[in-house]
């Protein structure tokens, strides 16, 4: 197997940046800016280090029609790194990844190495010895085992065997795990995008899992107000991931200063179809003009109390615009 060898001390993991043009959920306007500046700190800090930038996924937060703007901006901030990139679900569309989506255009102009395939990706060769990394991107299965003697007659010895992956798994707290924590032989370390709120790493057999968490504050809730937007370390003898604080602005610098909901687990709101939705439309909104009606129409359940009060609401802004 023709693997890429990069000679680097480690590994400088970035999780899901979910960059977009338009700020998501409650974000205020300076989303991208803020997004670009921490992806630049993230990159500037891995070359000074002397680690390998690999982003654990959902680089975008929207797969499509990111502006061209956007696009040129990274493509100028990433070419001289060229950060590996594992897919995630925001980056692809309709559960694909094709050429129509955002991140095909940052692999065509050959300024990310693209971890689009699931197995062995790269080999870090480090002063203690080389490493093997690989991947699951979105879409394809953490594997079993890994045949590492196999590998290891053609490519030679690794001294860690390091997995990145973009999965539902069993940290705590978590409420959707699809892969339990458990030893993966011939695997040292599996290291998990995705889930956005860091988790403290397990141990199972051979096999540690870590879940650094994303860079980006998402929800509006405690959770993001209490915690340092981190990026992590890895190196070959670690026995944990280090954190590194990313300069960030101040929560009500980035988020409007208004009460918090009653308390939401943060899994809950990144999943809940409805402000997935109403993201979404708020997106179009700015782009293609209405819409707000048919998502209402298709969304509120005539039953519920609080359906007549969005209903005035609604009447009330339209009536008010005409
Ligand atoms: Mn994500």
């Known amino acids: ?28 306007s300076s989303y991208t800016s803020d997004i670009l500046d921490k992806l630049e700190a993230c990159l500037k800090r891995s070359k000074e280090l002397n680690l390998v930038p690999l982003i654990l996924g959902d680089l975008f937060h929207w797969p499509r029609d990111n502006s061209n703007s956007l696009l040129v901006d990274l493509i100028a901030l990433f070419g001289p790194y060229k950060p590996f990139v594992l897919i995630g679900n925001h980056d692809k569309y309709q559960a694909r990844f094709t050429p129509d989506v955002s991140m095909a255009v940052l692999d065509a102009a050959n300024v990310v190495r693209l971890m689009s395939e699931p197995g062995p990706a ?12 690989g991947a699951s991107p979105d879409g394809f299965p953490i594997p079993k ?30 409420k959707k795990p699809h892969y339990a924590i458990k030893e993966i032989p011939g695997i040292d370390w599996l290291i998990n995008g995705h889930i956005h709120g860091p988790r403290p790493s397990s141990t199972a ?3 540690t899992w870590a879940n650094p968490g994303n860079i980006s504050r998402m929800a509006f809730t405690r959770l993001s107000l209490e915690r340092k937007p981190q990026a992590t370390i890895w190196t070959p003898h670690c026995t944990d991931l280090e954190r590194w604080d990313i300069p960030h ?60 009060l969005i209903w005035d609401l609604y009447t009330e802004v339209t009536d008010g615009n005409r």
Not at 9 to 17: A, M, N, R, S, V
Not at 19 to 28: K, M, V, Y
Not at 147 to 165: D, L, M, Q, S
């Open 122 to 133: 790269f080999v870090l060769e480090t002063p203690e010895g080389n490493v093997l990394v």
């Open 1 to 28: 197997m023709n693997l890429e060898h990069i000679q680097a001390d480690g590994l400088f993991l970035i999780g899901d940046p979910h960059i977009a043009a338009t700020p998501p959920g409650q974000r205020l």
């Open 205 to 207: 057999g051979g096999t």
């Open 249 to 308: 602005r101040g929560f009500y610098e980035v988020f409007p200063n208004q009460e918090f909901l009653p308390e939401q687990d943060d899994a809950d709101a990144a999943e809940s179809k409805f402000l997935q939705g109403l993201e979404r439309l708020a997106w179009k909104r700015t782009h293609e003009g209405s819409g707000l009606k048919q998502f209402l129409e298709e969304n509120i359940d005539p039953d519920q109390p609080e359906s007549k």
């Open 145 to 174: 085992e890994f045949e590492r003697e196999e590998f290891e007659r053609e490519n030679g010895k690794f001294i860690k065997v390091v997995w990145v992956a973009h999965h539902n798994v069993a940290f705590p707290n978590y």
